[in-house]
């Protein structure tokens, strides 16, 4: 027992001789361990003050120092797809000169960002690097005006069937045109479109452009080109096309050779009927020359037996030759209206045969062709009404190398040639 009574004598002694506000807290709180907070130094290579964007004057300079977080003397400064003249030091100074001439050769250009890489690189140790990029812009105060300037004069004069074409081309200030809007007047079709400078304008005008009730049967055309830079300025070329009527020229050629087509087969037709109506006669003339022989060699033999003293033979003869003529004037009575016929066909083949050559189209245009197709019009009427009774057939039996045959035939022009 007295271990334990002096073990709490101990105890309470140790309470009553310290502090007494320090008794008075219930609990015992041990102090929390701080954490270190002292910052470490950053080993990341970086560019202190690069600025991403530079917006410079023309004819202005830059000079402009980079700064980086190590030691400059153990680094050197590259650059790549920097414009025109711009340069780097090792150390980092940027420097460039904006000169105007860079910029009227097109070597630069106004209000286009250009991208800038550059990079910085340890001598000793090539793994040490960093690469990044700014971009730069350049303005200028004296805008020179863009203008668009087509390569023919504002005022042009073609006839329908032609065709017009012209560069639309660009006079380059400040600001190229980067886009051109095309608009007329009225509406046309057939025509190129024109978007930028350089492209070509080709249109033909339509035989039908201009009506017979426009002034002068002329009709203005205006043509208006727009364009626009990047800055929304505009600039409006004007050209004025006056569209003159003109003859259709295609349809005018192929109403030439229909109507030429269509002569043609009427003289074959007409050709046919002198072959049909020259045989008629032809058969004619001969039945009637048999008659006329037939009688004459009764009357001879008459003749004959009479000196023969064969009286009644004599007198027999020649009376059957005589009796023969009404046999003959009935069986084959001339056909005066049937060669009347073949004569006038014949003529009418001849006179459209030399209307044909007298109307040949000259050249690739001939100017004179409607003319010439209105005289051939008329004079193959003219012939239709004048044949209207000579009965006409398809010339089905014989082709037109043998209608053409027999019409040259040197004995047919004989027979039926003008006689004096």
Known sequence: ???????????????????????????????????????????????????????????????????????????FFFMKDAPVGMKVK???????????????????????????????????????????????????????????????????????????NFQVQCETGTYPVESINFFSNVPIRGNTIVKQCGDLFTWSPPYDFAKE????????????????????????????????????????????????????????????????????????????????????ATGLGGTVATASNNMTTGEILPSVGVAMVPVKETAAPPLTAE??????????????DYMIHENTLVGDKDPDITKKTAALKGELKQTQVQLIDVPLEETSSMTEEQLNAYFDNPRVNKKYRIKH
Not at 21 to 27: D, E, G, K, V
Not at 92 to 99: K, Q, V
Not at 253 to 271: A, V
Not at 339 to 352: F, P, S, Y
């Open 339 to 352: 060669q009347n016929q073949a004569t006038l066909v014949r003529a009418a083949v001849k006179r459209l």
């Open 90 to 164: 090792e150390n980092g100074l940027i420097t460039f000169r904006a000169d105007k001439s860079y910029f009227l050769s097109g070597r630069l250009k106004y209000d286009v960002q250009y991208k800038v890489r550059i990079g910085v690189q340890n001598l000793d140790n090539p793994k040490d690097r960093l690469d990044t990029s700014f971009t730069i812009q350049f303005f200028t105060t004296d805008v020179i005006p863009s203008r668009v300037k087509p390569t023919v004069s504002s005022l042009l004069s073609i006839d329908e069937g032609d065709t017009i």
């Open 1 to 75: 027992m007295k271990p334990l009574l002096r073990l709490w004598l101990l105890f309470v002694a140790v309470v009553f001789s310290v502090d007494p506000a320090f008794a008075q807290i219930p609990t015992f709180h041990a102090p929390l361990q701080l954490q270190d907070t002292t910052a470490k130094p950053d080993d990341t290579l970086r560019i202190r003050n690069l600025d991403p964007y530079f917006s410079l004057h023309v004819d202005s300079s830059l000079s402009y120092q980079l700064e980086i977080n190590r030691d400059p003397s153990r680094y």
């Open 213 to 296: 009730s426009d002034s002068g049967k002329t009709k203005l055309l205006i043509l208006y080109f727009v364009g626009t830079n990047k800055m929304f300025q505009r600039d409006t070329a004007v050209v004025k096309i006056y569209v003159r009527d003109a003859l259709n020229y295609p349809y005018a050629k192929d109403d030439y050779n229909q109507t030429i087509q269509n002569i043609r087969l009427y003289m074959l037709r007409l050709k046919y009927a002198f072959f049909q109506l020259d045989k008629k006669v032809k058969h004619t003339r001969n039945t009637r020359q048999g008659f006329d022989i037939t009688a004459a």
